[in-house]
């Protein structure tokens, strides 16, 4: 793991999601360091609406066995709604669909075939082998949307260090998907609701999963400026 300091420019576009990790675990003071990196995100009104549960060890791979036999028996318990057909027709739609293909194409599974494509998505529910995965929980403040917000900002930095520090992560929105599950094995009370999961720790660099890199949509595309020029072009 590399301790010398990363210009935050390389930091952030070096992130990526890992999908693939090594067994070893991550020693205990880098993932203090990590929580302490991540407890330093913006909240509205500093509220700091995070409880982060994180899960190593013997009850990493009971937690996952749950998981994997809810998703079985179709116990899904979202706490909040996923849906692709809220993405619309059109730009969002389209990046989801190309992100599917791009994943789906470095690891050699076809788009006809559902079984490897199902069993590539289950590998989530095992934390795609990470030693750590970590269940961010909120607190359902009005429509939750400033809340999860703030949760946002959590796990970029918590993500941000991990990289920092030579490890890697994934924010997994399918955790989600069985927070029933979740909460009943952690303990934890039912008005904190799950948003989503980071599984982390040492990238296996050699899977095909961790071969590839999305791509972002040029800045035209998500930006406006008015008043602000020679920062796109010569408009």
Not at 71 to 83: G, K, M, N, Q
Not at 128 to 157: E, K, S, T, W
Not at 182 to 187: C, G, M, S
Request: proline share 5%; charged share 20%; with cysteine.
């Amino acid at each position: 793991m590399s301790t010398a300091a990363i210009p935050f420019t390389d930091l952030a576009r070096s992130r990526h999601s890992v999908r693939k990790f090594l067994p070893e675990p991550v020693a205990p003071a880098e993932i203090r360091g990590v929580l302490e990196d991540a407890q330093a995100a913006p909240s509205n009104c500093n509220t700091q609406p995070w409880t982060v549960h994180v899960v190593s060890g013997a009850a990493r791979d009971a937690l996952s066995k749950e998981l994997l036999q809810a998703d079985e028996e179709e116990r899904l318990s979202p706490d909040f709604t996923f849906d692709y057909a809220d993405f619309g027709q059109g730009t969002y739609l389209d990046r989801a669909h190309h992100h599917a293909a791009t994943l789906y194409g470095a690891m050699g599974i076809a788009r006809s075939d559902r079984a490897a494509r199902k069993a590539a998505a289950r590998e989530n529910l095992d934390f795609f082998g990470a030693p750590h995965v970590a269940f961010l929980f909120m607190p359902a403040f009005g429509d939750g949307v400033r809340a999860a917000g703030d949760i946002g900002m959590y796990a970029q930095n918590f993500l941000l260090s991990l990289t920092a520090r030579g490890l890697g992560g994934i924010a997994q929105t399918m955790l989600g998907f069985y927070a029933d599950t979740v909460r009943e094995f952690l303990n934890v009370p039912a008005d904190l609701k799950l948003l989503f999961g980071i599984s982390f720790g040492v990238a296996d660099e050699s899977a095909p999963a961790n071969g590839f890199r999305m791509e972002r949509a040029a800045l035209e595309q998500s930006v406006v400026l008015h008043d602000t020029p020679g920062v796109l072009g010569q408009r």
